[in-house]
């Protein structure tokens, strides 16, 4: 399949600060792609190059099968989303979307049944002779976005749209989003510093560390599988437990941690005996229980704090030595269980082996 785009090393400088370092990406046809990361590693920089609007200083950049690493923004077929999603206000809905099809010279029939088609695509067709001020936020913010996808860009490329919506709006908004992006079938690419958003919205997150490709993958592979602290604490909540490696059993591993033994799912590159290691364990994947349950690892515990969120309860446990876990538990369970001796208990399955000593 021919990729959409290519990052190729591509290194970015600016004052002799690398803002991206050696990258290698690749997009395909109709995938939604996010780049992930804290601000100023590098995520905006990595979408303005795929724009045209900063030239790397190393490696090239590819678009449809072409290098187009010096063609500027205007000479390639990618379309760019800002935050502030600003329709021109003196026009209506019809006038914002048929706007850059004029300046393509399309004729005006074909860019009045492109218009009425888009229109269609996100059910705003009523609405075409509408001012944007008399439109809805999420219904501007649909206006906005198929006038960017109006012209059939290879890529759509959106910076952080949806940062400036309230919480409501924009969890509408990420769906909507995302199935515009499928029905489409257009290749998006997508910058946010919000890891909810990115586990929603992606095919592929991208999650990156100071310019840097930290790791990627589908939104449950990299939920499931974090390869460093960094990406285990970025993507979801995690207790990160430091323990030492006792050795194996069959596939499993085993640590030391603290006074008691914890076994881990099996990993690709298990460290030696005696080495340190990082376990990575999700506050969902412990169960507490007022008996000892069945699973690998078990202990007892007490309840430190709980705190109430409706859905369920986060509550905080003490291990016999002090060794604090944070469990994400049923909202009536952990009532009952909140005063008394507890029992906390994970799967080595959901226990992941990190190599200690990754910079995070
Ligand atoms: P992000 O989008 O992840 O917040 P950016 O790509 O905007 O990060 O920035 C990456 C790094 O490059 C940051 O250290 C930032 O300060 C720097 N940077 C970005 N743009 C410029 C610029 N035009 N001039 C100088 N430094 C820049």
């Known amino acids: 399949m021919t990729k959409v785009a290519e990052f190729i090393d591509v290194t970015k400088i600016y004052g002799g600060a690398t803002a991206v370092d050696r990258l290698n990406l690749s997009i395909e046809p109709g995938q939604f792609v996010t780049l992930l990361g804290p601000s100023g590693c590098g995520k905006s920089t990595t979408l303005r190059m795929l724009g ?4 790397p200083d190393h490696g090239r950049i590819m678009l449809g099968g072409r290098d187009v690493t010096r063609v500027p923004p205007n000479r390639r077929n990618v379309n760019i989303v800002f935050q502030d999603y600003a329709l021109f206000p003196h026009m209506n809905v019809r006038q914002n979307i048929a706007f850059g099809l004029e300046l393509k010279g399309m004729a005006s029939d074909a860019i ?3 218009v009425r088609e888009l229109l269609d695509l996100v059910e705003l067709g009523p609405f075409a002779e509408r001012m944007p001020t008399e439109l809805s936020g999420g219904q501007r913010q649909r206006v906005a976005l ?4 109006a012209p059939d860009p290879e890529v759509l490329l959106l910076d952080e749209p949806l940062s400036a919506l309230d919480a409501k709006l924009r969890h509408q908004m990420q769906v909507e989003l995302k199935s515009i992006q499928k029905r489409t079938g257009k ?8 890891q909810e958003e990115a586990l929603t919205m992606s095919d592929l997150i991208v999650v990156m560390n100071k310019g840097r490709i930290e790791q990627m993958g589908a939104p449950e592979a990299l939920y499931r599988n974090p390869e460093t602290r960094f990406v ?3 993507i979801g909540d995690t207790n990160i437990l430091s323990g030492r490696i006792a050795g194996t059993d069959g596939a499993r591993i085993v640590l030391d941690w603290g006074p008691r033994r914890v076994v881990a799912r099996a990993c690709a590159t298990p460290a030696g005996a005696g080495k340190a290691a990082e376990i990575a364990i999700r506050p969902e994947a412990i169960t507490l229980s007022a008996a000892a349950p069945s699973l690998d690892n078990a202990y007892r515990a007490t ?3 709980r705190i109430f969120k409706g859905s ?3 509550v905080s446990v003490a291990l016999e030595d002090g060794a604090v876990l944070d469990v994400v538990a049923d909202a009536s369970g952990a009532t009952e269980l909140a005063n008394g001796p507890v029992w906390v208990g994970f799967s080595a399955e959901d226990a992941v082996v990190l190599p ?3 910079p995070s």
Do not use: K, Y
């Open 232 to 234: 285990a604490n970025f």
């Open 52 to 55: 045209g609007f900063e030239i």
């Open 187 to 194: 290749s998006f690419l997508f910058v946010t510093h919000d």
């Open 312 to 314: 369920h309860s986060l």
């Open 303 to 305: 309840v430190r704090e």
């Open 356 to 358: 200690a000593g990754a």
């Open 112 to 114: 009045e049944r492109r």
């Open 146 to 149: 198929i006038r960017a996808l």
